[in-house]
Structures are given as structure tokens and as C-alpha cells.
């Protein structure tokens, strides 16, 4: 309309322009960006909608949106799928220490295993008794050796290869070599004869040594079911945390 040669062009109410400005950012974006761009056109509650990020606004800025779908961090349900995880990744191994422990069970309880470990002990304290007795192989071991050195020296004394002085020379070498084994004989006689009385001891009470052997094979018993305890334990209260939060609050 034309007055006095002077044109007025309609004037747009407020509301006018947030209609426009909504119908673009739908377009555009989501309508929580076209709440957001409403608020900033109003310029009344824009504190309400200026917490509301969007990815693009009137002005071309961006900011980033956040997904509704993504459990936000700490959130119960993230809690919830973290420990299901953890308990997941605690029952194979869970479940072999029980298999272990149920075999160690088995083996500890075992009287035949037992047994025989005893009897094997039997063999060896006899074989090695045999061996250290007064007539065994060990205690000839110092008179072979003995026997030798006097063979050598009867046959350097009548030996005309070497001059007298190299001839003397080596019998003397022979005599100290047999002063010396004479005594390491007689140390290993000792040891041999204190050796073969332990053995002896022990095989007087194998009986005795039997029921030692049992008993240290029930304190391994005793060991795996204090370990198995404690890890059943510690498995029952990871389980509990998760069904505790399977429950919405209040239920």
C-alpha cells in the first residue's frame, strides 16, 4: 500500500520468523536442533534450549550431538555390562580350577598311589644298601685302587728303564699317592657304614614313613580345598554385584 508517496512494508511479527526458522532447521537437522534454533530466535527461554547441542544452527556453527543410543559413562547399564563381561571372562577359568582341583582331590585321597610311592622307596633304600653294605661294590672301590698303587710301586723297584734318581722320583710320587688314597678309603669306609646304618633305621620303620607319606598327601588335599574356597568365594560375590544390578533401583 502506497501513502503520501511513501511505501511501509508489513511488518513480521516475532513468531513469523521462528516458523520460518523452525521449518528450515527441520529440514536441515533433527527437531531437537529446531527446538534449539527456536529458543535462539525467541531470545524467551533460550536458557531452556541452550544446553541442547546441535550439529548445526542458523549462524552455520556446529556442535556435536550427542547419541541417545550410547549408555552415557558410569551409567548403571554400563556398570551392568562391565561386570557381566568380567564374569564372563572369571568362569573357564573358574571352571578348569575346579576340574584341577577335583584331579588333585583324586590323586591326594589315592591309598594305591600311596602305596606305591612306598614300595618304590623300598626298592631304592634296598638297591642303595646293597651297594654301601660291608661286602658291596663301594667298599671294595678304596682297596681296588689301593692294590693298584702297590702293583705300581713293587714294579718301579725293580724296573732298570730309568736312572736311579728318576726311578726314586717316581716311587716317592706312588708312595704319597698311596698315603693319600689310604686315607680318602678310610673317610669313604666311614661314610659308607653311617650311610648303610640310616638305611637300615629306615627300613625299620617304612611302616611308620608310610603313614608320614599319607599324611602329606591329605595336606595337599587340604591345600586345594582352601584354594577352591577362596576362588568359589570371590566368583559368588562378582555374581552378586551382577544380580544386584539386574534389578532396576527400588524393585
Known amino acids: 500500500m502506497k501513502t503520501s508517496g511513501i511505501s511501509f512494508r508489513a511488518k513480521r511479527s516475532p513468531w513469523a ?8 532447521l527441520v529440514l536441515s537437522a533433527d527437531l531437537a536442533q529446531a527446538e534449539y534454533g527456536l529458543g535462539s530466535v525467541l531470545g524467551n527461554g533460550g536458557n531452556k534450549f541452550s544446553n541442547a547441542p ?3 544452527n542458523s549462524t552455520g556453527n556446529t556442535t556435536a550431538v550427542p547419541n541417545s543410543s550410547t549408555a552415557a559413562p558410569g551409567s548403571p547399564v554400563e556398570e551392568f555390562s562391565k561386570q557381566l563381561e568380567d564374569f564372563q571372562k572369571s568362569v573357564p577359568d573358574l571352571n578348569k580350577k575346579i576340574q584341577d582341583g577335583a584331579g588333585a582331590i583324586d590323586s591326594a585321597t589315592d591309598i594305591d598311589k600311596a602305596k606305591a610311592e612306598i ?3 623300598r626298592d631304592e633304600v634296598s ?3 646293597g651297594a654301601v653294605s660291608d661286602n658291596g661294590p663301594v667298599s671294595q672301590l678304596g682297596a681296588k685302587a689301593l692294590n693298584h698303587i702297590h702293583d705300581k710301586i713293587r714294579t718301579l723297584s725293580q724296573e732298570n728303564r730309568f736312572k736311579p734318581e728318576e726311578r726314586q722320583y717316581l716311587i716317592d710320587q706312588w708312595q704319597r699317592l698311596q698315603a693319600q688314597t689310604e686315607t680318602a678309603t678310610k673317610e669313604l669306609d666311614d ?9 637300615q633305621t629306615l627300613q625299620s620303620n617304612e611302616d611308620f614313613i608310610g603313614e608320614l607319606v599319607e599324611i602329606r598327601q591329605a595336606e ?3 591345600d586345594v580345598i582352601r584354594s577352591l574356597t577362596h576362588d568359589i568365594r570371590d566368583a559368588s560375590s562378582q555374581l552378586n554385584r551382577l544380580i544386584g544390578n539386574i534389578r532396576p533401583p527400588g524393585a
Request: aromatic share 4%; charged share 10%.
Open 54 to 56: 546441535a550439529s548445526a
Open 127 to 129: 638297591t642303595l644298601l
Open 17 to 24: 520468523i521462528a516458523a520460518a526458522t523452525v521449518v528450515a
Open 119 to 121: 614300595d618304590s622307596l
Open 220 to 222: 595337599k588335599a587340604l
Open 191 to 199: 661314610a659308607r657304614a653311617q650311610f648303610a646304618g640310616l638305611l
